[in-house]
């Protein structure tokens, strides 16, 4: 009742399944927009100029067909050669470069086939 006013009546394994998904939505979002914040620090740039890209980002992911449909930059064009531009640029941040190499693995893979590997 903290979180919503709807409550809905669950198996376990339906409880379980949704939990798993409450982490990957709000834990996982939390560490990369922490990641994120941190490397804006220390690249002095002024985070409040994205809020409206994570607004925008977050509206779209739920309210259009397929949170997919959405995804743009140079894993879902398979640019590899701008991608490992900003994974080299990245070097004096490596928790974001990790971030940043794996979510784009799995990008790549997801639109082009396992054609690239970074």
């Known amino acids: 009742k903290l979180f919503s006013n709807q409550i809905v009546k669950m198996n376990s394994y339906d409880h379980k399944s949704f939990h798993i998904a409450g982490v990957g939505l709000n834990n996982f979002t ?6 994120t914040k941190g490397y804006c620090e220390s690249n002095n740039l002024k985070t409040e100029y994205l809020t409206n890209l994570l607004m ?3 509206n779209n ?3 259009v067909d397929g949170a997919l449909n959405m995804q743009t930059g140079p894993a ?3 640019d590899v050669k701008i991608i490992k531009e900003h994974i080299e640029r990245l070097d004096n ?3 974001y470069q990790n971030i940043y ?5 799995l990008i790549l893979d997801e ?4 054609q690239f590997k970074l």
């Open 93 to 95: 941040s490596p928790k």
């Open 111 to 114: 639109f082009h086939e396992n």
């Open 56 to 58: 925008q980002t977050v």
């Open 30 to 35: 939390h560490y990369i927009l922490s990641i």
């Open 76 to 78: 879902r064009r398979g």
């Open 61 to 63: 992911s739920f309210y």
């Open 101 to 105: 190499k794996a979510i784009s693995q």
